[in-house]
């Protein structure tokens, strides 16, 4: 079975730091991209970041352009997002996502967190 | 960044009507977007990819088409359980999520 847990929110001040971890199971987490989308109280899906499966390749956001940071530890199975500079509009429930928006030939990832709270207020 | 834009906002209808749905990117996105369905207190689920391919287990009700910068997603007969928002999102450069369709039971 599949599964994608998050870990590390909470509650953090403006411009403070916050690191969110995922880890990851049931399937070969080092031959798949990887993305965090994020999801403000009662608002839409925002796409934050993406990292391929080499790490060679990685995006991010606009908005959170030179403040997050993306990484992977195949060897931990583990994906991660470091934020830095926090603002109240970061305020979100962070999902770690497999692959986005395609398939294979043989498959769909479509694989999913649970989602952990970021609270940025002073 | 590209922007997708999604139409209507909301979508009041009836169980068994026909919903359509419209997503536009603010450039060509080729073939690359996806539709995605996210009930409350969920993830989001994988419908549709690369504009007009069922992804696995969704059932044939669910048909995607479109190409360049207007894509629709169309639920030919609504059951119950769809009844949910519904999402854009293209991975043509980078990647964006539209913001969102909300299909409510009129």
């Known amino acids: 079975e599949v599964q994608l847990v998050e870990s590390g929110g909470g509650l953090v001040q403006p411009g403070g730091s916050l690191r969110l971890s995922c880890a990851a199971s049931?399937?070969?987490?080092?031959?798949?991209?990887m993305n965090w989308v994020r999801q403000a109280p009662g608002k839409g899906l925002e796409w934050v970041s993406y990292?391929?499966?080499?790490?060679?390749?990685?995006y991010y956001a606009d908005s959170v352009k030179g403040r997050f940071t993306i990484s992977r530890d195949s060897a931990k199975n583990s994906l991660y997002l470091q934020m830095n500079s926090l603002r109240a509009e970061d305020t979100a429930v962070y999902y770690c996502a497999g692959p986005l928006g395609y398939c294979s030939s043989t498959s769909c990832s479509d694989y999913w967190g649970q989602g952990t709270l970021v609270t940025v207020s002073s | 960044e590209i922007v997708l834009t999604q139409s209507p906002a909301t979508l009041s209808l009836s169980p068994g009507e026909r919903a359509t749905l419209s997503c536009r990117a603010s450039?060509?996105?080729?073939?690359?977007l996806a539709w995605y369905q996210q009930k409350p207190g969920q993830a989001p689920r994988l419908l549709i990819y690369d504009a007009s391919n069922r992804a696995t287990g969704i059932p044939a009700r669910f048909s995607g088409s479109g190409s360049g910068t207007d894509f629709t997603l169309t639920i030919s007969s609504l059951e119950p359980e769809d009844f949910a928002v519904y999402y854009c999102l293209q991975r043509s450069n980078a990647l964006t999520f539209g913001g969102g369709t909300k299909v409510e039971i009129k």
């Open positions: 990292i391929s499966s080499s790490s060679s390749t990685i």
């Open positions: 049931g399937f070969t987490f080092s031959s798949y991209s």
């Open positions: 450039q060509s996105v080729s073939s690359y």
